[in-house]
């Protein structure tokens, strides 16, 4: 962790000409854009795979109609069509699972008092008056919410909501043309009945669930330190941007998922 505390400070000493005091939440801001950008990759993967996974919608209603009764054996015939076309029904999961170890990083990094037996430094760094290692909990003791501290976070909400409430109307639009093509294809390929066509349990409720967890990002910069919290709003403002450019499109592909993507 020590090694990563350097790189932070360096980032950091290289801009306080620019930000002075917040210049490690300048660097947070500028690392965790590295990290999306070596991420981008699997997002434009991902994307592909999406892509992939929409055209094989015909073929998949055939399987559901010859296999209907069987979920077992439509199960296995779904997989057996993904691994024949290559594609990956995982991949979409592949950018947020290499960020975590990233946000994890700068959670212990930002939740230590002291790092390799000296005194953290990081923690006297702030965005604005708002030190990076405090929670919104410590901004509310100390003035409220609208004192120095509180008005930061409040900043980081809007931002938040702002985006969430984007992810959360692009997900209804992807969900809503996802479930019409699947119809059409179903409807295509003589569709079994509703009964035949067995649904995975739960399926329902997860999509009536999906576009509320993008506002679950306002929960997580709640209750983590501010320099993680500012991983999150930016990794998740990337993703809306990232999403936007590469599903544009696809209006019913990939809904957006919540926390660090």
């Keep these: 962790m020590s090694v990563f505390a350097s790189l932070v400070e360096h980032l950091a000493d290289l801009l306080q000409p620019l930000f002075h005091a917040s210049a490690a939440a300048a660097a947070i801001v500028l690392f965790t854009a590295l990290v999306r950008l070596l991420v981008h990759p699997l997002s434009r993967a991902s994307a592909r795979g999406q892509r992939a996974r929409a055209r094989l919608q015909p073929q998949i209603a055939e399987l559901r109609k010859k296999h209907g009764k069987h979920p077992e054996k439509l199960q296995k015939a779904v997989l057996a069509l993904h691994a024949e076309e290559k594609v990956s029904p995982l991949s979409g999961c592949l950018p947020s699972l290499f960020q975590m170890p990233a946000f994890f990083l700068l959670y212990h990094l930002f939740s230590s008092t002291t790092i390799g037996g000296d005194a953290n430094a990081l923690l006297g760094h702030t965005l604005f008056s708002a030190p990076l290692g405090d929670r919104w909990a410590d901004a509310l003791g100390d003035g409220g919410i609208l004192g120095a501290q509180g008005l930061v976070y409040l900043c ?11 992810n959360f109307r692009r997900t209804k ?4 043309a996802g479930s019409a093509s699947a119809a059409t294809s ?7 009945p509703a009964a035949d066509g067995t649904q995975v349990p739960g399926l329902g409720a997860i999509n009536k669930i999906m576009p509320f967890m993008a506002f679950f ?20 403002t990337w993703s809306a941007v990232e999403r936007a ?5 696809m209006p019913g592909a990939a809904p957006a998922t919540a926390a660090l993507v």
Excluded at 186 to 192: G, L, N, P, Q
Excluded at 220 to 228: G, K
Excluded at 245 to 249: E, I, K
């Design 173 to 176: 639009a992807m969900m809503a």
């Design 156 to 166: 980081l909400f809007a931002l938040v909501a702002v985006v969430a409430t984007f």
């Design 186 to 192: 179903a409807s295509t390929a003589s569709a079994v």
């Design 245 to 249: 450019v590469l599903y544009r499109d």
């Design 217 to 236: 990002t306002l929960f997580t910069v709640a209750v983590v330190p501010l320099a993680a919290a500012l991983y999150v709003v930016t990794s998740t």
